[in-house]
């Protein structure tokens, strides 16, 4: 583990990627390096097709690299299986999607607990979600169901759910690509809000120059190869 | 505690959601369960209940008659019973007296009901084995309530048909005429379970059959060897419980029977667990999404196979309460439909071993049918959440799925077993069910796959369905498999059904003829003849008849006048009212001329054969078969009992018979429309069974068609999307979908009429069973009824797939 590692919330070496088809190999990622400061946003941007959503994959631990390395809180997750990855998820990671990706049959406040419930042991559940809840704005929406949330309350939910294990970096995919522009800088200020309060390390993957500009540092991908990288 | 109850709440509410598909799953485990526990609570009520038991049936280790038929044993050689009690040759022994009573009414009602049996006994033996034991009164003993002659004890079904209680007089037909009872006690149970008989005790009989009724004794001995050692030279007849050998010849009978209702009742349930395994693929298959998002947020696989198992097994749970409820309903009202025949008096005994084991076996049905789509879903790749990558089973997963489908099929035929008592048929039925549905498949399959071989049709939507079924030929064989045993379960219903009904038929006469009988006795035969006159009978026929014996055997007289024959019966010679008519069949026997010696009350009657008789059974309600026809004024002289046979319209026969049965209280009268009610009441029951179950078994190929249907709408919506976006319309894209399943309905179809023509034929060949046949038109309407089905069913999932606009379907996916 380098010095460069300890120091960084997350460290991404030479990365490569590539998915079958045909037969064959097709590659999607070319070997990409790059670190995140503990307390710092990163915006990932590129067309369609460049293998942003392959790289957010990979840094959320959904996906594996076929090689090169991930550090996170001080493991290398690239070497994580199926069952470490799904814990390392739960303790590590918080994520937030375009399309709020909550269950329709919970409630607001269970959609928030949920997470922990993946835990071996549970304590205060409840209160904790009460509280995220309240920290994003949704005191009074409780025991609603999605559908009958907005699209920004639902957007809230899905933060609280993914602040609910104290991550060490939240990662969002394209997280007001649903919404409108006033709810979206809405959701992206309360971004910089949990960001500055937590100290939270957050990762954006978006298509929106003006939402790109707000992060402390900005990747550009094109065809699986980091094009630009911007502080 | 918490992470249980929202888990729970979670697992509750997605299945809420897809109400529909739900239903679907819960009807298919119903269906299963259902048949498994009625199957084996019929079998074990039935088969292997009192009815079927050799000593119970008999009343002890073996019934000894008098040495010729029909006669009864005089009270000396009862005497020698209590001797050989005595000297240790028996251990116990009870006089019975089988009387011929086969009628009752009480005095209100001039409708007659059918007794299978009047039996006289003596209360302070009887019964050897089993019980004889009241509803009410309660605490009475037998002994107490059939103190007097004209006591009697009647079972309840007879109390409760006839609306029976205590203090109520019955009249019943004996040798001597009508004979008034007073019902004394109702009976819950009997030794031998036969219901609508009525208990008199020796005094009783002897005021139904006269003097000496005792016709049998029971008798249980320590030593078969040596009792049959001293009996059987004294020349009586001895029904004896079978040897171990003869039992176990029948018990084998009885075990096929056995296992063919636990077999039909274990292929149910598979039926009902392929029904399950695809709904539960569509089921399943909608909450991809979810899952992925699950293990996004942390839950390993182990969590999310304890979470789809917990829904599947509510699923299971609430299916196999319903079936075991229903099922135990079912079972519960074929009994009930058995018993109001009056004929068995059985208590109904759900045994909580099948209840228990019911429920259980739907909540393992529906996890084990499940486990495939279960798997499929929680191998879902999180990544699957951002992007639809392929996620095909690795070499592990392939092992462990084989060894979670073994242990479950382990654990399932445990189950199984339990409820059917013994591991041998438990295990082998489910591998006997299983390997039969595995070679159906590849046997589907194979056929599928070569109609899918045959020349491409010219109508291009046909080409599709065509290249379409070529890629679902696996779950496409599954659905076909289902129809095919639902057709074949009607087809064969219906077939038995009219083997039941053509029996019935052939059983039941017309209402034509003699259609109408009075029992009566000398001092009611004119009032008995005038309320006929008095009804417009077109025919009137008065009968003598009087007990005797001939040569040592008992035979029945019946005293005629010369104008009374030539109706019912044809004379082929000329009888002027001297000497005695002989049946036909026994002219091997008599010549005309011969001279017999009658013995009538212990007097000697000598009388020539004047000649010879034959009659039409269809001619008359008792048809005379074997009587001895003497003249009436000779008749006369031995109290006689009278029967009259009368003549009406049938459209008025019923009312007729009611009128006259209430002008008439000394009298029993009744009808042929009486006895074919009778003999049709035992096959209505068997037509329900078969009906319901045929039924059943259609339903869930139905089931089965609308689940494959509702997972390829799923699977094809973006080929549907497609199909639209380029131009075809709501219609095409139906008829594109529906003939593949016209295609399935048709397969089916024909496969399950083959089998029924396989089926009627080996009952045909192998079991003699001649009246057992399939009719062509029938066939026919089963196949196109096949293919109905399959459309139908299809149309029903597939309309809303069609109908989505292509945007909707591209939107949803992207």
Redesign the interface.
């Known amino acids: 583990m380098t010095q460069q590692t300890i120091n960084s919330a997350l460290m991404v070496r030479d990365i490569t990627r590539s998915l079958p088809l045909a037969g064959e190999q097709l590659p999607i990622l070319h070997g990409i390096s790059f670190a995140l400061k503990q307390g710092d946003s990163l915006a990932i941007t590129g067309p369609s097709g460049s293998g942003k959503s392959t790289l957010l994959g990979i840094l959320a631990g959904l996906d594996t690299p076929n090689s090169g390395e991930v550090w996170l809180a001080g493991q290398n997750i690239a070497r994580l299986n199926e069952n470490q990855l799904a814990s390392f998820r739960n303790r590590h990671i918080g994520m937030v999607f375009q399309s709020f990706n909550l269950i329709p049959t919970l409630t607001a406040l269970e959609n928030v607990e949920l997470p922990l419930f993946a835990q071996a042991k549970q304590r205060n559940t409840r209160q904790r979600a009460q509280e995220l809840l309240t920290l994003v704005g949704l005191a009074d929406r409780l025991h609603h169901l999605p559908s009958q949330l907005s699209g920004g309350q639902q957007q809230r939910v899905a933060i609280a759910r993914a602040l609910i294990n104290q991550p060490d970096l939240l990662i969002a995919d394209e997280p007001t690509g649903n919404l409108d522009s006033v709810t979206g800088n809405a959701i992206l200020a309360l971004f910089e809000r949990l960001q500055a309060e937590l100290n939270l390390s957050v990762i954006i993957a978006t298509h929106d120059p003006h939402v790109a500009r707000r992060a402390d540092q900005r990747l550009h991908i094109i065809d699986g190869r980091l094009a630009e990288v911007q502080q | 505690m918490?992470?249980f109850v929202?888990?729970l709440?979670?697992a509750v509410?997605?299945l809420?959601?897809d109400a529909t598909r739900s239903f679907l799953a819960i009807l298919s485990i119903t269906v299963g369960v259902l048949s498994l526990v009625s199957m084996q609570l019929f079998s074990t009520n039935l088969l292997f209940g009192p009815l079927f038991d050799d000593r119970l049936q008999i009343g002890g280790d073996a019934q000894i008659k008098p040495v010729e038929f029909g006669q009864s044993f005089s009270p000396e050689e009862l005497a020698r019973f209590a001797q050989w009690q005595a000297e240790g040759l028996l251990s116990d022994y009870a006089p019975l007296s089988y009387t011929s009573a086969g009628f009752l009414r009480t005095p209100d009602n001039g409708r007659v009901s059918f007794v299978s049996g009047v039996r006289g006994i003596d209360p302070s033996r009887y019964p050897l084995l089993g019980n004889l034991r009241l509803r009410e009164p309660a605490q009475a003993t037998i002994a107490e309530l059939l103190a007097e002659p004209s006591a009697a004890l009647i079972t309840r079904e007879l109390a409760d048909e006839r609306g029976l209680g205590l203090g109520d007089t019955i009249v019943m037909n004996g040798s001597q005429g009508p004979t008034s009872f007073s019902v004394r006690g109702i009976l819950k149970e009997t030794p031998d379970h036969r219901g609508d008989g009525v208990y008199v005790n020796l005094a009783g009989a002897e005021r139904l059959m006269g003097p000496n009724p005792v016709n049998a004794v029971v008798v249980i001995w320590p030593d078969q060897a040596s009792a049959l050692q001293q009996i059987e030279p004294l020349g009586y007849q001895i029904d004896l419980v079978r040897t171990p050998e003869q039992r176990s010849e029948e018990s084998e009978t009885y075990r096929i029977l056995d296992v063919m209702f636990k077999g039909a009742g274990v292929m149910g349930l598979l039926v009902g667990g392929m029904s399950v395994a695809s709904t539960l693929q569509v089921m399943l298959q909608r909450r991809k999404?979810?899952v992925a998002?699950?293990?996004?947020?942390?839950?390993?696989?182990r969590?999310l196979l304890a979470l789809i198992c917990l829904e599947t097994g509510l699923l299971g749970l609430i299916g196999g309460l319903l079936g075991t409820a229903i099922g135990t309903w079912i079972t519960y009202m074929l009994f009930e439909l058995l018993m109001s025949g009056g004929m068995i008096m059985l208590t109904w005994s759900p045994h909580p071993q099948v209840l228990l084991g019911g429920v259980l076996v739907g909540v393992l049905t529906a996890i084990t049918f499940g486990i495939q789509a279960i798997l499929a879903l929680s191998n879902t790749?999180?990544?699957s959440?951002?992007?639809d990558?392929?996620s095909p089973p690795s070499k592990g997963d392939r092992i462990g799925q084989v060894g979670l489908y073994a242990l479950l099929m382990l654990v399932c035929a445990s189950v199984i077993s339990l409820i059917l008592g013994s591991w041998i048929d438990g295990i082998g039925l489910v591998l006997v069910g299983g390997l039969a549905l595995m070679l159906l498949r590849g046997l589907f399959w194979l056929v599928l796959w070569c109609c899918l071989r045959l020349p491409q049709p010219f109508s291009p939507i046909l080409r599709i369905a065509q290249s379409s079924l070529r890629k679902r030929i696996h779950s496409a064989s599954l659905a076909v498999i289902a129809l095919c045993v639902g057709t074949y379960a009607v087809s064969l219903a219906v077939s038995v059904i009219g083997d039941a009904q053509s029996t019935l038929a052939e059983s039941q006469r017309s209402n034509e003829g003699y259609n109408l009988l009075i029992f009566t006795d000398l001092a009611n035969e004119s009032a008995a003849y005038a309320a006929l006159q008095a009804q417009q009978s077109h025919e009137i026929i008065t009968i003598d008849a009087v007990s005797a014996t001939l040569q040592g055997s008992k035979v029945e007289l019946e005293g005629r006048a010369l104008v009374d024959l030539n109706h019912d019966i044809s004379v082929s010679t000329t009888w002027d009212e001297q000497g005695v008519l002989m049946p036909e069949q026994r002219a091997e026997e008599y010549q005309i001329g011969d001279w017999i010696e009658l013995v009538i009350d212990d007097q000697p009657l000598d009388l020539q054969v004047a000649g010879f008789y034959t009659s039409d059974p269809e001619q008359s309600i008792l048809p005379t078969s074997d009587a001895l026809i003497i003249p009436r004024q000779l008749a006369r002289q031995y109290d006689p009992q009278i029967r009259l046979l009368a003549m009406f319209d049938a459209a008025v026969l019923d009312a007729t018979t009611t009128q006259l049965g209430q002008s008439l209280p000394e009298a029993l009268v009744f009808s042929r429309a009486d006895l074919n009610a009778r003999s049709s009441s035992s096959y209505a029951a068997i037509h329900r069974f078969a009906i319901s179950l045929g039924g059943l078994a259609f339903l869930t190929g139905a089931v089965l068609i609308a689940n494959s249907a509702g997972l390829n709408a799923l699977q094809r919506r973006r080929e549907i999307g497609i199909l639209k976006a380029v131009g075809y319309g709501r219609r095409q894209v139906q008829v594109l979908l529906l003939s593949e399943y016209a295609l399935l309905g048709t397969i089916a179809g024909i496969f399950g009429v083959i089998g029924v023509v396989v089926t009627v034929f080996g009952l045909r060949t192998l079991m003699q069973i001649d009246t057992i046949t399939v009719q062509p038109a029938l066939l026919s309407v089963l196949l196109v009824g096949s293919i109905l089905i399959a459309v139908c069913s299809a149309a029903l999932v597939l309309w809303e797939s069609s109908r989505l606009r292509p945007l909707e379907i591209f939107r949803h996916e992207s």
């Open positions: 918490t992470r929202v888990l709440r979670y509410r997605s809420r959601r999404q979810e998002i699950l293990k996004t947020l942390g839950f390993q696989r969590d790749r999180p990544i959440i951002l992007r990558l392929p």
